[in-house]
């Protein structure tokens, strides 16, 4: 049995282990299983992924993100996961307050608070935008959008947020053959006036309904503005009760000018050790 030192951090529900992986801590044939391992909840720590801080591959970076799902997979990278890496980043070292980190998706630069309660990350560039496809799911047409901003998403608007059969609904828009073979996740976007919205996503690689999640965040505000007329800042309510906060410019050509801003709270669970029996 192996005693492995992780911190366990919240982004606005997101929930992640962090693991300083600088110096070979864990081997690449061991990161899959650990996320296996790990994340199942009651049974094990419980968390949506695990988030390794690895040596950068360039000059030009300070250190890599990694990120391995519940199911072992790993993602590109993740919006509220990259706030948490930041914060963690600074608190052993391997960054400072700005930061530039490397990721599977392409650069981000980030920055975390002075207190460790929040960080704000600017993802990748929007791309492999559509707007308004009637597409058939469970029997019924749904007019989605999709945008990948870092990892690809869908987004429904719907009447009550909290009326959507998010798993069922969410796995057959995740599986649906327009979106393979990696899949998508699913946001239900709920408009609540004020350049404001409030969604619950399916994502991907946890294969349920998370807290929050914040590219689909950043994506469901970016097609709020471009179909709806809302104004950026747009804040986003998500299912943990917490908001964050997305900025960028619109383009109405149907792109935005710039990459988004997500900002929001980050919170240190604990620090501890993961006794992995393997």
């Not at 609540?192 to 399916?202: M, S, V």
Request: charged share 25%.
């Amino acid at each position: 049995m192996r005693a492995l030192p992780v911190v366990k951090m919240s982004g606005t529900g997101n929930d992640f282990l962090m693991i300083d992986n600088r110096r070979g801590l864990l081997a690449e044939s061991e990161l899959a299983d650990l996320a296996r391992a790990a994340c199942p909840r009651r049974i094990s720590a419980g968390a949506d992924g695990i988030i390794l801080v690895e040596p950068a591959r360039s000059a030009s970076h300070e250190y890599r993100m990694r990120i391995f799902n519940a199911d072992g997979s790993e993602a590109e990278m993740c919006g509220n996961g990259s706030r948490c890496c930041a914060v963690f980043a600074r608190q052993v070292g391997a960054a400072g307050a700005r930061q530039v980190i490397e990721t599977l998706a392409g650069t981000l630069h980030a920055e975390a608070a002075d207190d460790g309660r929040s960080a704000k990350v600017q993802l990748s560039p929007p791309d492999r935008m559509v707007l308004r496809e009637d597409v058939p799911v469970l029997g019924q047409r749904l007019r989605l959008h999709s945008l990948n901003t870092g990892v690809p998403h869908a987004m429904l608007f719907v009447e009550d947020a909290a009326a959507v059969d998010v798993r069922a609904l969410g796995a057959a828009i995740r599986h649906h053959d327009l979106f393979k073979p990696k899949g998508t996740n699913a946001n239900f976007v709920q408009l609540l006036g004020g350049n404001a919205i409030r969604i619950r996503t399916y994502e991907r690689g946890v294969e349920d309904e998370t807290l929050a999640c914040g590219t689909g965040a950043c994506a469901s505000a970016i097609v709020t503005a471009l179909v709806h007329g809302y104004t950026p800042p747009i804040r986003v309510h998500v299912a943990s009760g917490d908001v964050l906060t997305i900025h960028f410019d619109p383009d109405r050509t149907g792109k935005t000018s710039s990459r988004p801003y997500l900002e929001g709270a980050v919170k240190t669970v604990y620090r501890g050790e993961f006794f992995w029996d393997r």
